[in-house]
T-cell receptor, first 111, second 113 residues
Framework: GIQVEQSPPDLILQEGANSTLRCNFSDSVNNLQWFHQNPWGQLINLFYIPSGTKQNGRLSATTVATERYSLLYISSSQTTDSGVYFCAVVAGGGGADGLTFGKGTHLIIQP | KAGVTQTPRYLIKTRGQQVTLSCSPISGHRSVSWYQQTPGQGLQFLFEYFSETQRNKGNFPGRFSGRQFSNSRSEMNVSTLELGDSALYLC????????????FGPGTRLLVL
C-alpha cells in the first residue's frame, strides 16, 4: 500500500518562530489532508490539499503531486499551535478510500 | 451544522467482552469511516460505510465489524475484546466518499482490562 512519511518527528520552537512540516508519499493520491490533533484526541481539519497551495491565516500548505510531497507552513507560532500534526492520504487508483496516515510531527511551542 | 458526534466518549471493558460504539455524521454526509489510533500502530483505517453498505475495509480481523443505518448513523462492534484493542476509535464523515474532505469526531477512548 501507499507509504506516508512525515518529518521531522519532533520539533521544538520558541513562540513567534516559523516552521515547515513535510509529508512524503509513495504513490499518486486522490486526497491529502493535514490535521492537528488536539490534546483530547480530536483531529482538526487544517487543509484538504491533494494539489496546489492554500492559505488560512498563519497556516499555509503546498502539495506538489508530481513530486509526491506536501508542506505545511506555520508562521509566527503560538503556544496553542503545540500538538501533533498529521498528514493523511487516499491512494490514487481504484483501491480503498480510507486515509493512510503518517506517524505525525510532534510540535512544541515554548513561550 | 453540527459536527460529527461519537458516543460514548470513554469506555472500560474487560477481556472477552464485546463493545458497540456509535457515530453520527454531519447532516447530509452519507459516507462514514472508522479509524483506530494506538501508540504502537498509529492511526489505521478500519472500514467505510455508504448507503448502509460496507464499501471499503482495512486490514483488521473479523472481530471488528460495523453497520450503517438509513439515516447514515453508524455503529462499530468489537467482539471478544483483547488487551490490544485498547485505543482511541475515531469516526469520520464525508459527503460521498473518502476522496473528499473527511471530518472527524472527538473519538471514543476504549480501555480493555
Amino acid at each position: 500500500g501507499i507509504q506516508v512519511e512525515q518529518s521531522p518527528p519532533d520539533l521544538i520552537l520558541q513562540e513567534g518562530a516559523n516552521s515547515t512540516l513535510r509529508c512524503n508519499f509513495s504513490d499518486s493520491v486522490n486526497n491529502l489532508q493535514w490535521f492537528h490533533q488536539n490534546p483530547w484526541g480530536q483531529l482538526i481539519n487544517l487543509f484538504y490539499i491533494p494539489s496546489g497551495t492554500k492559505q488560512n491565516g498563519r497556516l499555509s500548505a503546498t502539495t506538489v503531486a508530481t513530486e509526491r510531497y506536501s508542506l505545511l507552513y506555520i508562521s509566527s507560532s503560538q503556544t496553542t499551535d503545540s500538538g501533533v500534526y498529521f498528514c493523511a492520504v487516499v491512494a490514487g487508483g481504484g483501491g480503498a478510500d480510507g486515509l493512510t496516515f503518517g506517524k505525525g510531527t510532534h510540535l512544541i511551542i515554548q513561550p | 451544522k453540527a459536527g460529527v458526534t461519537q458516543t460514548p466518549r470513554y469506555l472500560i471493558k474487560t477481556r472477552g467482552q464485546q463493545v458497540t460504539l456509535s457515530c453520527s455524521p454531519i447532516s447530509g454526509h452519507r459516507s462514514v469511516s472508522w479509524y483506530q489510533q494506538t501508540p504502537g500502530q498509529g492511526l489505521q483505517f478500519l472500514f467505510e460505510y455508504f448507503s448502509e453498505t460496507q464499501r471499503n475495509k482495512g486490514n483488521f480481523p473479523g472481530r471488528f465489524s460495523g453497520r450503517q443505518f438509513s439515516n447514515s448513523r453508524s455503529e462499530m462492534n468489537v467482539s471478544t475484546l483483547e488487551l490490544g484493542d485498547s485505543a482511541l476509535y475515531l469516526c469520520a464523515s464525508s459527503q460521498i466518499n473518502g476522496r473528499e474532505t473527511q471530518y472527524f469526531g472527538p473519538g471514543t477512548r476504549l480501555l480493555v482490562l
